[in-house]
Every structure is written in structure tokens, then in C-alpha cells.
Nanobody, 112 residues
Framework: EAQLVESGGGMVQFGGSLRLSCAAS????????MRWVRQAPGKGLEWVSR????????TYADSVKGRFTVSRDNVKNTLYLQMNKVVPEDTAVYYC?????WGQGTQVTVFS
């Protein structure tokens, strides 16, 4: 059974950094492009970033470009999101996604 488990969320001060992880199991992790998607309070899902299966190609939403970095370790079957220079608008539940597989999400709260 495919499983995605996010971790690393928490409270972070405006301008600070946080690193999210997503541990994958039950499917061929390296064969799938992975995405980070977030949902802010009272809002819909917002795509944040994508990385291809090999980890070579990455894309970002304009709202996080230059501040967030997505990466993956296909040996550890883990996806990462390095969040730098966070702003209050980054407050959301962050989900990792592969095809129709979703994790349970991890909460990130940015305070000033």
C-alpha cells in the first residue's frame, strides 16, 4: 500500500527557515514526479513545487520561487522542501503528492 508521511512542520518566525520531509513507501518512489501542495486556512489547494523522478527538473509557484527548494533522495525514498525567508502567507498545511497518492499533511505556521 502506497504511503506518504510528511514531517518537519511547526512554528517559524517571519524570515526564518524550515525543512519539510515526506517519507514514501509502498510504491516505486523514483519513478514518480513528486509535488508539494499547500492549503492555507479557509483557502483551496495551492500547488507549490514539483520535482521529476530523477530529481533533475524542478518547478515552483511564483509565490515561493527563490525562497523554497525542493529535492529528493531516491535511496531514502524521501522528498524534501527547504523553506527559507518564510512569510505569513506561507502558513498552511503542506502535503506531498505523487499521482493520486497523498500524505496527511504537516502544519506550518509563520509568526511575526
Amino acid at each position: 500500500e502506497a504511503q506518504l508521511v510528511e514531517s518537519g512542520g511547526g512554528m517559524v518566525q517571519f524570515g526564518g527557515s524550515l525543512r519539510l520531509s515526506c517519507a514514501a513507501s509502498g510504491f516505486s518512489f523514483g519513478s514518480y514526479a513528486m509535488r508539494w501542495v499547500r492549503q492555507a486556512p479557509g483557502k483551496g489547494l495551492e500547488w507549490v513545487s514539483r520535482i521529476n523522478g530523477g530529481g533533475v527538473s524542478t518547478t515552483y509557484a511564483d509565490s515561493v520561487k527563490g525562497r523554497f527548494t525542493v529535492s529528493r533522495d531516491n535511496v531514502k525514498n524521501t522528498l524534501y522542501l527547504q523553506m527559507n525567508k518564510v512569510v505569513p502567507e506561507d502558513t498552511a498545511v503542506y502535503y506531498c503528492n505523487a499521482a493520486n497518492f497523498w500524505g496527511q499533511g504537516t502544519q506550518v505556521t509563520v509568526f511575526s
